[in-house]
């Protein structure tokens, strides 16, 4: 009884591991070439996975496994909308993916393999952990990218994502090792006592410190290592595009926060002159280039890049309302990307991507409600009011005009303004042009409302902003 009540909090990693071999097996039984039972089960494995993380809860903090793995309301939180955002993905791409040929069970066991690899990362306070759980993302994601083996511009962006994020991987785990020659331990917390009292080595502190950064910044797509980011969204099938842009960004938040916060923070000062350059280079890159794109997903990929310098404005302000701010970002830029991916799905069809701006044009003449739904998540991208994405960047800004770095917040505002730009291109096509195709916009009933609903909460969510934005601040006060 001892056992499973010191243990329950990762009964949501046990029962998706489970699952996912439940799964794998049973698949093999499945004739049916919809895969109507396999996508069922990985939905009905997800709703488990949500109701035990909510069932788990308790307040404050539950270490396992000797201090490897963490149960706090910060990873509740990330689970929760890690779990909406693969469950979401899912319903959006399930005819897509058919389609091509690609609605497979090892399409949907490396989804949960993926995920899987997400709830480790977000729960773990070990080096060795951390590491566990982005390998197993990111082996993950390189083959969900490859997975479309006859095309050729998939294979390359799979190539290229697996070459540049093994290297990354590299430098990550580089700058661990020399935090453990520094400190002689693992754990990130004990990492911090350790650095708190002066006994670490400092220069192989900042040696191990840069690593770490370079690391961490390759994972979310920020400049200077944004590389792979354009060709992956690019050469990716949509849906595979659609769950990079998501779910993993959540992860990746936790590892910024686990690492740099939980476990580096008495070297803030440091890492927060790193994050500065890397926010700025971010934010001007993806605004500058997605201006010049001509591909809708390569223009999303650089707005990811400029979404995630804006991110780490909050990270650099290097305090509790910063923290906030940079978490409730991430939840907000996660919803945003999964509709504006889910409208590229919804106009494609057999045999045709809707990947270019063009085939945008007059689609307020072949449908007035996409139309007007595509425009808010345009809106929410660029951060006008009165959107959720509007918000988002407002609370980022302020944490760092609260940190006392003006001209900062001065020039993140500038460069928002020019993103503006490719965001009510996207808008002045859909309403001032002629349309070019002409097919009507066929989806299930599913995702359509899903899509309806999706967008609509970026407008519909605003009297609970300020709700919103404590749970997260609650949330980062819990952070080990």
């Not at 489970?18 to 990985?42: E, G």
């Not at 960047?393 to 917040?409: C, E, G, H, P, R």
Request: aromatic share 12%.
């Amino acid at each position: 009884m001892n056992f499973l009540v010191t243990h329950s909090p990762i009964y949501a990693e046990i029962f998706l591991l489970v699952m996912v071999s439940v799964i794998l097996i049973a698949d093999l039984f499945i004739v049916n070439q919809t895969k109507t039972l396999t996508y069922l089960l990985v939905q009905f494995t997800l709703l488990g996975c949500m109701l035990i993380t909510v069932a788990t809860h308790k307040v404050g903090i539950a270490y396992l496994f000797n201090h490897m793995f963490v149960d706090d309301l910060m990873s509740d939180v990330l689970k929760m909308f890690t779990y909406l955002a693969v469950a979401m993905m899912l319903v959006y791409s399930r005819s897509y993916l058919m389609v091509r040929g690609l609605f497979t069970g090892e399409f949907l066991a490396l989804v949960l393999f993926a995920t899987l690899g997400m709830m480790v990362m977000i729960s773990a306070s070990n080096f060795l952990t951390l590491y566990l759980g982005l390998e197993l993302l990111a082996l993950s994601l390189y083959t969900l990218v490859a997975l479309q083996r006859d095309s050729a511009t998939a294979t390359e962006a799979a190539m290229k994502y697996f070459i540049l994020g093994a290297m990354a991987s590299g430098f990550l785990l580089y700058g661990m090792s020399m935090l453990y020659g520094a400190t002689g331990s693992l754990d990130v917390s004990h990492i911090a006592e350790v650095i708190r009292n002066g006994t670490a080595n400092k220069q192989l502190l900042v040696f191990g410190l840069a690593f770490i950064v370079a690391g961490l910044a390759f994972k979310l797509g920020a400049v200077p290592f944004h590389m792979w980011v354009p060709d992956v969204y690019h050469g990716a099938p949509t849906a595979v595009a659609l769950y990079i842009g998501t779910a993993p960004k959540l992860a990746g938040f936790a590892l910024f926060l686990r690492l740099l916060v939980g476990g580096l923070e008495p070297l803030a000062g440091s890492w927060q002159a790193m994050l500065i350059i890397i926010a700025l280079l971010s934010m001007a890159v993806g605004n500058i280039v997605a201006i010049a794109q001509d591909n809708i997903k390569r223009m999303l990929a650089y707005s990811s890049i400029s979404h995630m310098g804006f991110f780490l404005l909050g990270i650099l302000s290097a305090g509790p309302n910063g923290y906030g701010s940079s978490l409730f970002y991430i939840l907000v830029y996660a919803i945003m990307s999964a509709g504006s991916f889910g409208m590229i799905i919804l106009l494609s069809r057999a045999g045709f991507e809707a990947e270019r701006l063009e085939d945008f044009k007059g689609l307020n003449q072949r449908s007035p409600w996409h139309a007007f739904l595509m425009m808010l998540l345009m809106l929410s991208m660029a951060g006008v009011p009165p959107t959720a994405g509007f918000y988002a960047k407002l609370l980022v800004i302020q944490s760092v005009i609260q940190a006392d770095m003006i001209w900062l917040a001065v020039a993140a505002v500038l460069l928002a303004v020019i993103g503006a730009y490719y965001y009510l291109r996207v808008i002045k096509l859909m309403y001032f042009d002629d349309a070019t195709e002409h097919a009507p916009i066929r989806a299930g009933w599913d995702v359509q409302a899903l899509l309806g609903f999706n967008a609509l909460l970026l407008v519909g969510v605003l009297p609970w902003v300020g709700v919103i934005m404590e749970l997260c601040r609650q949330a980062i006060k819990t952070l080990s």
